[in-house]
């Protein structure tokens, strides 16, 4: 098990490589979840995670031997990065596997770092069994994303600089859970100098691993997820070795809850963050009566979201807390009905008309009718509420 004094040794081989990104208290957030927040901007690092950390501790411990044999890892991304990252730095040989569904951005952004890169596997399981073989055909060191105790020690870094940054007393770090790299490191350092602050991960719904080890749970973790960096199947040995000695408890979240969260922090903290990275607000937003008025801190892990799944996810939100509008009319093919619609919900009721569609030929009983769709966007799901009443005094609307 990792120590403290491992923690505070990689901070020091660590810190000439990597950005010490801010500790922000973010007053709008707070105000919105009835707790306060504080954020650690990960996302702000050279390669956009705190995946680095951990990378940076592992490659500056290899030998020369080792240097010269080359690198390889597995990796959806972030650590993909950071690998890529530090080895060109060092002037190390790197392969990268990557499961086949990684996002493009991530793909893009490790080759940038120099590193070659490798799709195989059609999840990190199959991709992790390439990358072994590989190591064992070419004689490279493998550098693990989370089981590896060097790595776990670079991650807890960011927990030195948490607790270096706040000025007041924290009750809980919420810490984003895929391998348990992160989070192991986190504990370590909150054991030995805050033990008041309570450790809790959070994991995606679909990918429970912690429930599956303990045998809280039958059936196994898998299933399509926006939080990628943390679909993980199974928690590492050296980091449940620590979790079941130092975290006081791992919780799941729904996607909707992520999605959401993804926008909260677009929206309150001005800030762009992936699935995993916005997994500490889904887990306050999931149980808010758990964190209300607690003092909280949580990092913002990842900011590598491709920008169609982000532009997808704000959309998504908007629908379903109401501002945006899918409305479907079926209305009488005559002069003036279209410019009446619009009226009533720019003029009237002060709504924007976003997206309009007129069909008339092919989706209608009658050739004197039309089929219109619109999308508009609304204040609020109460004002969203006006709009409709007001336009079913005169027309049929169904909300899609």
């Known amino acids: 098990m990792i120590s403290i004094n491992d923690v505070h040794d990689a901070a020091k081989r660590i810190n000439k490589n990597i950005i010490r990104t801010p500790t922000l208290f973010c007053q709008s957030l707070s105000k919105r979840v009835n707790a306060d927040i504080t954020l650690k901007l990960e996302n702000l690092q050279a390669v956009g995670s705190f995946k680095e950390r951990g990378a940076a501790n592992r490659l500056a411990l290899l030998t020369e031997e080792e240097k010269k044999r080359g690198v390889i890892t597995v990796s959806a991304g972030n650590h993909a990065q950071g690998v890529a990252r530090h080895a060109q730095l060092l002037g190390i040989d790197a392969i990268i596997v990557m499961p086949k569904f990684t996002p493009v951005t991530k793909i893009n952004r490790t080759a940038a770092w120099g590193a070659k890169i490798v799709l195989e596997g059609e999840d990190f399981t199959e991709a992790t069994q390439y990358a072994n073989q590989l190591a064992k055909e070419d004689g490279r060191v493998f550098i693990h994303p989370y089981d590896d105790p060097a790595v776990m020690a670079g991650q807890g870094t960011l927990a030195l600089e948490i607790f270096e940054d706040t000025k007041s007393d924290l009750d809980y770090l919420i810490v984003p859970v895929g391998g348990g790299g992160l989070i192991s490191g986190c504990a370590v350092v909150a054991a030995a100098l805050r033990p008041y602050t309570k450790i809790i991960g959070v994991q995606s719904d679909r990918y429970f691993s912690y429930s599956f080890a303990t045998h809280k749970a039958l059936k196994p973790p898998g299933g399509a997820t926006i939080a990628e960096g943390i679909a993980v199947c199974k928690l590492g040995f050296?980091?449940?070795?620590?979790?079941?000695?130092?975290?006081?408890?791992?919780?799941?979240?729904?996607?909707?809850?992520?999605?959401?969260?993804?926008?909260?922090?677009?929206?309150?903290?001005?800030?762009?963050?992936?699935?995993?990275?916005?997994?500490?607000?889904?887990?306050?937003?999931?149980?808010?009566?758990?964190?209300?008025?607690?003092?909280?801190?949580?990092?913002?892990?990842?900011?590598?979201?491709?920008?169609?799944?982000?532009?997808?996810?704000?959309?998504?939100?908007?629908?379903?807390?109401?501002?945006?509008?899918?409305?479907?009319?079926?209305?009488?093919?005559?002069?003036?009905?279209?410019?009446?619609?619009?009226?009533?919900?720019?003029?009237?009721?002060?709504?924007?008309?976003?997206?309009?569609?007129?069909?008339?030929?092919?989706?209608?009983?009658?050739?004197?009718?039309?089929?219109?769709?619109?999308?508009?966007?609304?204040?609020?799901?109460?004002?969203?509420?006006?709009?409709?009443?007001?336009?079913?005094?005169?027309?049929t609307v169904e909300r899609i």
């Open 238 to 395: 050296y980091p449940f070795e620590v979790i079941e000695k130092y975290v006081e408890d791992i919780v799941s979240v729904p996607e909707e809850a992520i999605e959401d969260s993804i926008t909260l922090v677009a929206e309150h903290a001005k800030q762009i963050t992936e699935g995993a990275g916005a997994s500490g607000l889904a887990a306050i937003l999931t149980y808010p009566e758990r964190f209300k008025g607690k003092n909280i801190a949580f990092p913002i892990s990842g900011g590598n979201i491709d920008t169609r799944i982000l532009a997808n996810t704000l959309l998504r939100t908007l629908l379903r807390e109401g501002r945006l509008l899918r409305l479907r009319f079926s209305i009488p093919d005559r002069p003036g009905v279209l410019a009446d619609i619009s009226h009533i919900i720019g003029t009237e009721k002060g709504g924007n008309i976003i997206e309009v569609s007129h069909q008339r030929l092919f989706s209608t009983s009658s050739v004197q009718s039309a089929i219109l769709e619109i999308m508009a966007e609304a204040r609020s799901s109460e004002h969203a509420e006006e709009i409709i009443q007001s336009l079913r005094e005169k027309y």
